[in-house]
């Protein structure tokens, strides 16, 4: 696990990197980390599923909420950002519709506001798009999908600063089992 984590860090060009269950333990695992009750997330409308449901009704039990907006619209994610707002999350391409967006200019957004910018790299991989690079301060991946060839392996990770993925992300993997 150890090399897997150093060995994707080194790909998506960031500091640390953590492994997880699975994908969705990587975004359950980002939340829980991260997000507080009040707090507000901007979301593509067209990530995976599960990733809907997650922001959309399991870290709304806790007080999170979540705004869903078009993928590829800029201005719709400008406009939902609140003071409240701490994260957007972005899947490029998504799964299963594989739309695109503008990481760099989600990053500008995200920034501009005081929030982070994660975003799902897993059916790219760093092989041929680098979030990091674009801005992206979080990168997820599914490692079920193209990091393994698909569907022989079930894994996920976290890539990102050392200041998040180590002194937020890991004492919640040690404490909550996600890993």
Known sequence: VTMF???????????ACIGTASGMGAILMLGLAL???????????????????????ELAKFGVETTFVPQSDIDAWRAAVRPSTKLLFAE??????????????????????????????????????LPAKLGADLIIHS??????????????????????????????MRSAGLS
């Open 35 to 57: 997000l507080q009750s009040g707090d507000h997330v901007v979301c593509s409308q067209s990530v995976f599923g599960s990733t809907v449901a997650l922001f959309g009704r």
């Open 92 to 129: 490029s391409p998504t799964n299963p519709l594989t739309e695109v967006c503008d990481i760099a200019a989600l990053a500008q957004v995200a920034h501009e506001a005081g929030a982070l910018l994660a975003v799902d790299n897993c059916f790219c991989t760093p092989a041929l798009q």
């Open 143 to 172: 490692g079920t999908k193209y990091l393994d060839g698909q569907g022989r392996v079930l894994a996920g990770a976290v890539c990102g600063p050392s200041a998040i993925v180590d002194a937020k992300l890991v004492p919640l």
């Open 5 to 15: 984590e150093r060995r994707l860090a080194a790909l998506e060009g960031a500091e």
